[in-house]
């Protein structure tokens, strides 16, 4: 990430940071009823958690800090597990205040009771579903069986298995041992093609590179392959296509790759391509997504997959004419209570869609996690799709 783009994230960040805890203090203030040392001790205990909020992905991304010792590990997952925790309250509390200025007045002796009673309950129950949330990040990836059906699919092709990872974030949480379970798992499927589209790292080649080591042993008959998401371009994205390619992985740059099989009379072909990330052009001018490029192919009408970090691309795989497109980016959320909002800002946040009486799309909703560890509700997924002829 360029000087000017850093710039802007410390102070965007940083200004999101003091303004959610600000309210957060003076919504509980206002409901949990706290003696004068209760809220002077809630007051420093935010401005603390907020300084350490901001500098969990400060140092992250900013100074580089790669958390590879236990006292820095455990101090950033401090600094991630208050950002959900805060998060949460914010939205939580954030809504009970909007639910009661569009009520009508309770009795105000009942208002100041069932108030605080709610507002302690509120906190109780969201600590007590954060805590939950880590469990269930720290749980690792589950094996989420999809079949998805091509009218034009080859026949030869018919029961072709691609286990598909998203969002890994390989970085200042999730380290060597959480990718070799995850690359355990594929194995055990023995897929035909292996997906990775994007947001794979967290962290530069230099920082991640024993970390990324289990890598090495993914493999499938078809090959394993790569398109670019987001956090590739704050982390390096040249030294990582470049760090990818060297263990046998197969890059896509808005390309496509053509399998090949005998259907005992004649060879049928399968187009696998690649775009890079739908905002890559932010960073990087000469990494602009083009579907029309990945698509081009000698027969046109070929069945046609598409690896592509952000299901915005969607559009412009439809008018490729790719037949599925293969994206993760959501994270579906990743927790309640903001998978919520997820749902209603996107029109495509997990599973599968079909778009069109030609194009579907499957949404996978992060292998790993961001921010946070907590994935309450929407467990982190390896996506194991069979593609069937309809």
Same mark, same amino acid.
């Given at each position: 990430?360029?000087?000017?783009?850093?710039? $802007?994230?410390?102070?965007?960040?940083?200004?999101?940071?003091?303004?959610?805890?600000?309210?957060?203090?003076?919504?509980?203030? $206002?409901?949990?009823?706290?003696?004068? $040392?209760?809220?002077?001790?809630?007051?420093?205990?935010?401005?603390?958690?907020?300084?350490?909020?901001?500098?969990?992905?400060?140092?992250?991304?900013?100074? $580089?800090?790669?958390?590879?010792?236990?006292?820095?590990?455990?101090?950033?997952?401090?600094?991630?597990?208050?950002?959900?925790?805060?998060?949460?309250?914010?939205?939580?509390?954030?809504?009970?205040?909007?639910?009661?200025?569009?009520?009508?007045?309770?009795?105000?002796?009942?208002?100041?009771?069932?108030?605080?009673?709610?507002?302690?309950?509120?906190?109780?129950?969201?600590?007590?579903?954060?805590?939950?949330?880590?469990?269930?990040?720290?749980?690792?990836?589950?094996?989420?069986?999809?079949?998805?059906?091509?009218?034009?699919?080859?026949?030869?092709?018919?029961?072709?298995?691609?286990?598909?990872?998203?969002?890994?974030?390989?970085?200042?949480?999730?380290?060597?041992?959480?990718?070799?379970?995850?690359?355990?798992?594929?194995?055990?499927?023995?897929?035909?093609?292996?997906?990775? !589209?994007?947001?794979?790292?967290?962290?530069?080649?230099?920082?991640?590179?024993?970390?990324?080591?289990?890598?090495?042993?993914?493999?499938?008959?078809?090959?394993?392959?790569?398109?670019?998401?987001?956090?590739?371009?704050?982390?390096?994205?040249?030294?990582?296509?470049?760090?990818?390619?060297?263990?046998?992985?197969?890059?896509?740059?808005?390309?496509?790759?053509?399998?090949?099989?005998?259907?005992?009379?004649?060879?049928?072909?399968?187009?696998?391509?690649?775009?890079?990330?739908?905002?890559?052009?932010?960073?990087?001018?000469?990494?602009?997504?083009?579907?029309?490029?990945?698509?081009?192919?000698?027969?046109?009408?070929?069945?046609?997959?598409?690896?592509?970090?952000?299901?915005?691309?969607?559009?412009?795989?439809?008018?490729?004419?790719?037949?599925?497109?293969?994206?993760?980016?959501?994270?579906?959320?990743?927790?309640?209570?903001?998978?919520?909002?997820?749902?209603?800002?996107?029109?495509?946040?997990?599973?599968?869609?079909?778009?069109?009486?030609?194009?579907?799309?499957?949404?996978?909703?992060?292998?790993?996690?961001?921010?946070?560890?907590?994935?309450?509700?929407?467990?982190?997924?390896? !996506?194991?799709?069979?593609?069937?002829?309809?």
């Amino acid at each position: 990430m360029n000087t000017s783009l850093l710039i $802007r994230f410390v102070i965007f960040f940083s200004a999101v940071t003091a303004l959610v805890c600000t309210l957060t203090y003076f919504m509980l203030k $206002r409901r949990l009823g706290l003696s004068p $040392r209760g809220n002077r001790a809630l007051k420093w205990f935010l401005v603390l958690s907020g300084g350490m909020i901001f500098w969990g992905p400060f140092s992250a991304r900013v100074l $580089r800090s790669s958390a590879t010792s236990l006292p820095d590990y455990l101090f950033q997952w401090l600094q991630f597990s208050l950002l959900g925790w805060i998060g949460s309250i914010f939205l939580v509390f954030g809504f009970v205040e909007m639910v009661r200025l569009a009520s009508k007045p309770f009795d105000p002796k009942k208002r100041i009771f069932l108030s605080t009673g709610l507002a302690r309950g509120l906190v109780a129950g969201t600590t007590a579903s954060s805590i939950l949330g880590m469990f269930e990040a720290n749980a690792g990836p589950a094996v989420h069986e999809v079949p998805i059906r091509l009218p034009r699919l080859p026949a030869s092709f018919d029961g072709f298995r691609i286990a598909v990872i998203s969002d890994v974030h390989v970085g200042p949480l999730i380290h060597r041992d959480y990718l070799e379970n995850v690359v355990q798992q594929i194995e055990g499927l023995s897929p035909d093609a292996v997906f990775i !589209t994007g947001d794979l790292v967290d962290g530069t080649v230099a920082e991640l590179r024993e970390q990324m080591e289990p890598l090495r042993k993914l493999s499938a008959r078809e090959g394993v392959y790569f398109c670019t998401g987001n956090h590739e371009y704050y982390s390096g994205v040249h030294e990582w296509i470049a760090h990818l390619e060297s263990m046998g992985i197969h890059v896509f740059k808005n390309s496509n790759h053509v399998l090949r099989r005998s259907n005992g009379q004649n060879e049928e072909h399968l187009l696998l391509a690649g775009v890079y990330d739908h905002n890559a052009p932010r960073y990087e001018p000469l990494h602009e997504s083009r579907a029309d490029l990945a698509a081009r192919y000698e027969n046109p009408d070929l069945c046609k997959i598409l690896l592509a970090h952000n299901p915005f691309s969607i559009k412009e795989a439809a008018k490729a004419g790719f037949d599925l497109q293969v994206s993760g980016h959501t994270h579906a959320g990743q927790f309640y209570p903001y998978t919520f909002l997820v749902k209603l800002a996107l029109r495509y946040s997990e599973g599968h869609y079909v778009v069109n009486e030609r194009t579907q799309l499957y949404v996978n909703r992060g292998t790993g996690f961001w921010g946070p560890p907590n994935r309450l509700g929407k467990r982190s997924e390896i !996506t194991h799709i069979t593609l069937r002829k309809a």
